[in-house]
């Protein structure tokens, strides 16, 4: 599976952005994709996660209300909706998929990575 995602960019303090991730090869093997991002100087963190069949989805607290994780199955992509964003949402976001069940919300439940794309939200 090779995963593409874009849409970053440098958006102002409660503005929103709306990232893509769109997947190819044995997508059919896809059994939930995430979102992750990085923060210079900081550890990788789990942002948001849905799942491919049920589109059950996960969150985490600091984005919880704000953000929003989607799937278009035809079209093999994952969309992730970010509203009222703050300086501290600033990271390199990164989309990943997992093909067996697992962890929703730690890197280790996933099999693939895609390139990351970088947001900026400034004060």
């Known amino acids: 599976v090779q995963l593409q995602a874009s849409g970053g960019g440098l958006v102002q303090t409660g503005g929103s952005l709306r990232l893509s991730c769109a997947a190819s090869?044995?997508?059919?093997?896809?059994?939930?994709l995430g979102w992750f991002r990085q923060a210079p100087g900081k550890e990788r963190e789990f942002v948001a996660a849905v799942s491919w069949s049920d589109a059950n989805t996960w969150y985490s607290d600091s984005v919880k209300g704000r953000f929003t994780i989607s799937s278009d199955n035809a079209k093999n992509t994952m969309y992730l909706q970010m509203n009222s964003l703050k300086p501290e949402d600033t990271a390199v976001y990164y989309c990943?998929?997992?093909?067996?069940?697992?962890?929703?919300?730690?890197?280790?439940?996933?099999?693939?990575w895609g390139q990351g794309t970088l947001v900026t939200v400034s004060s």
């Open positions: 090869g044995r997508t059919f093997s896809t059994y939930r």
């Open positions: 990943a998929a997992a093909n067996r069940l697992g962890t929703a919300v730690s890197g280790t439940g996933y099999d693939y």
